[in-house]
């Protein structure tokens, strides 16, 4: 059947085109065409910095090494500041940077590509309370991630943001690389740590659903929540809160905001 009142939009549209074609040809008949001049393209234009980095300090002096050979730099870095065994422990020693940026830039989206994460997988099977039908997240699970949230808990966030300023000018290379050549990885960074601040934390136990191998939420508004954000649930409340206190300092660093007390 047709749609009469889109048909009565396509006449219009059409005799409106018709009208500007006879009168551009009307004009043309009766004068000479006039040569014109080309007029230049405006440059395109580059996407406002909204998070310029800080100075990195006496450390920007440095020289960075190039970025396929600042693992080891970036180990040593790390290590003053996290430890040397935390490090050790934790980290995945290769591609250390391009494997940040990668997560970093995924963290807000559903999923986060577990090849390119920057630590080890951590140890111990996933816990669930119940069955397939009905089950709701194990407390126990909670203590998997402890031992790696008892590290960042005693992270000097301004030692660690500094090893971040140092190195940023490589944070920046990798992000261009990734496909974003006019990207700002330090605003891409303050809207990761925001989407992760923005996590909920439900009343009561978390229930799951199990329609195939993995578990999912139950719940589908938590099911459809970024990546970063569903880790952070599955961690437990009082681990999500220690990473996100941290966070904040974090934050409030690198955009040179003070903090809020």
Same mark, same amino acid.
């Given at each position: %059947?047709?749609?009469?009142?889109?048909? &009565?939009?396509?006449?219009?549209?059409?005799?409106?085109?018709?009208?500007?074609?006879?009168?551009?040809?009307?004009?043309?008949?009766?004068?000479?065409?006039?040569?014109?001049?080309?007029? @230049?393209?405006?440059?395109?234009?580059?996407?406002?910095?909204?998070?310029?980095? /800080?100075?990195?300090?006496?450390?920007?002096?440095?020289?960075?090494?190039?970025?396929?050979?600042? !693992?080891?730099?970036? +180990?040593?870095?790390?290590?003053?500041?996290?430890?040397? !065994?935390?490090? %050790?422990?934790? $980290? &995945?020693? !290769?591609?250390?940077?391009?494997?940040?940026?990668?997560?970093? =830039?995924? $963290? @807000?989206?559903? *999923?986060?590509?577990?090849?390119?994460?920057?630590?080890?997988?951590?140890?111990?099977?996933?816990?669930?309370?119940?069955?397939? &039908?009905?089950?709701? $997240? =194990?407390?126990?699970?909670?203590?998997?991630?402890?031992?790696?949230?008892?590290?960042?808990?005693?992270?000097?966030?301004?030692?660690?943001?500094?090893?971040?300023?140092?190195?940023?000018?490589?944070?920046?290379?990798?992000?261009?690389?990734?496909?974003?050549?006019?990207?700002?990885?330090?605003?891409?960074?303050?809207?990761?740590?925001?989407?992760?601040?923005?996590? /909920?934390? /439900?009343?009561?136990?978390?229930?799951?659903?199990?329609?195939?191998?993995?578990?999912?939420?139950? !719940?589908?508004?938590?099911?459809?929540? @970024? #990546?970063?954000? +569903?880790?952070?649930?599955? %961690?437990?409340?009082?681990?999500?809160? #220690?990473? *996100?206190?941290?966070?904040?300092?974090?934050?409030?660093?690198?955009?040179? #905001?003070?903090? +809020?007390?």
């Amino acid at each position: %059947m047709v749609n009469k009142p889109m048909m &009565v939009v396509a006449a219009v549209v059409v005799a409106a085109g018709l009208g500007v074609a006879y009168y551009l040809h009307s004009r043309s008949a009766q004068a000479p065409r006039m040569p014109v001049a080309a007029q @230049p393209t405006p440059p395109a234009a580059q996407p406002a910095i909204e998070h310029p980095v /800080p100075q990195a300090g006496e450390a920007a002096s440095v020289p960075l090494p190039a970025l396929s050979d600042s !693992d080891p730099a970036m +180990k040593d870095a790390l290590g003053e500041v996290a430890g040397s !065994d935390a490090v %050790m422990q934790y $980290l &995945v020693p !290769d591609n250390i940077i391009r494997h940040i940026v990668v997560t970093i =830039d995924n $963290l @807000p989206r559903q *999923k986060v590509p577990v090849e390119r994460r920057p630590t080890v997988a951590v140890a111990g099977a996933f816990l669930a309370e119940g069955d397939e &039908v009905h089950a709701t $997240l =194990d407390p126990r699970n909670f203590a998997r991630y402890q031992p790696m949230v008892g590290v960042l808990r005693k992270l000097d966030t301004q030692r660690l943001a500094q090893v971040y300023l140092r190195f940023y000018p490589l944070f920046q290379q990798v992000y261009q690389d990734l496909g974003y050549p006019n990207g700002y990885f330090n605003d891409r960074l303050v809207q990761v740590i925001d989407s992760l601040l923005a996590t /909920p934390q /439900p009343d009561g136990p978390i229930e799951l659903t199990r329609p195939n191998v993995m578990y999912l939420f139950a !719940d589908p508004t938590l099911e459809a929540r @970024p #990546a970063g954000q +569903k880790l952070l649930l599955r %961690m437990g409340p009082e681990n999500a809160a #220690a990473i *996100k206190a941290k966070l904040v300092e974090l934050r409030a660093i690198i955009t040179a #905001a003070p903090l +809020k007390h």
